[in-house]
């Protein structure tokens, strides 16, 4: 029998077409799985999935920017003796693969809610308001960025809306120094309003994850608000909850919650 000869390029194109092929499965694969392990509020699972899918295919948008939003969510309450190194490890993973994403598709939102979440996180790492403010200004830009592109987008007016609490918790000697000396005219433009608008947002879209309801109820309360407080911290307790870290956050609003009545600081003073 005569063997049947097949042109060397012909053979080329399909091992490569296969192993495309594979490695898009591959891929999908591995961030379904941690798609699913997000889901169940198991960060440590989903990061190493996001990972194995980047490591597949470093183009991956969507690979990248969830295994930032994991690396953040895990690092958030990290265990053992080494946690504040593991936290700040965390973080700026969060942050690099954030990065990352958007340098594959600057035009995601997602991408940019990522890098704007990081970003605040290991702001808060940092000791020194002055080195804060960087940080701070990078996470407005990409929060507004993010709702530039996706005005709907629920997380990124959650970030907003704390970025917003958060400057207007500096004092305000501190503020109008960033804003003259350093440039970070950013600043000028938080509120509490806003804080509290963007907040209510998230609060009305996505009224079942409990930390939107922890982070509202921290910005009425700073404003004086303390009926307004209770009601977000009943309803985070009540909520069945649908992101991550809600047992964590829950302990949050009944600390919170048997605090309430204690006298606040005046607002616009550091926490």
């Known amino acids: 029998m005569t063997a049947i000869r097949y042109p060397i390029a012909h053979f080329v194109v399909a091992v490569a077409c296969g192993a495309a092929t594979a490695t898009a499965q591959s891929t999908s694969a591995r961030v379904a799985a941690g798609d699913r392990a997000y889901a169940e509020s198991n960060p440590a699972v989903a990061l190493a999935q996001y990972k194995l899918a980047v490591a597949a295919k470093p183009s991956n948008v969507n690979a990248l920017w969830k295994a930032s939003q994991a690396a953040v969510a895990l690092g958030e309450y990290p265990a053992g003796p080494d946690s504040v190194s593991i936290r700040e490890t965390l973080y700026k993973q969060g942050e690099g693969y954030a990065r990352r994403a958007i340098g594959v598709d600057s035009m995601n939102a997602n991408a940019h809610f990522a890098l704007a979440q990081a970003l605040g996180r290991v702001g808060l790492t940092i000791k020194t308001p ?32 704390v970025w917003n609490a958060e400057v207007m918790r500096v004092p305000e000697r501190d503020r109008e120094m960033a804003i003259s000396f350093l440039g970070a005219r950013e600043l000028s433009k938080a509120s509490w309003d806003d804080a509290k608008r963007y907040l209510g947002q998230a609060v009305k879209a996505e009224p079942n994850v409990t930390l939107n309801h922890v982070d509202l109820a921290r910005i009425l309360s700073d404003m004086g608000d303390v009926a307004g407080a209770k009601v977000q911290l009943d309803a985070a307790i009540a909520t069945p909850g649908t992101g991550m870290n809600e047992t964590h956050y829950k302990a949050e609003a009944r600390r919170m919650l048997s605090s309430l009545t204690i006298p606040r600081a005046v607002v616009g003073a550091s926490r």
Do not use: F, N
């Open 130 to 161: 002055v080195a804060r403010v960087p940080y701070s200004r990078e996470v407005y830009r990409e929060a507004t960025k993010c709702l530039e592109l996706e005005p709907a987008s629920t997380p990124c007016a959650h970030v907003l809306g």
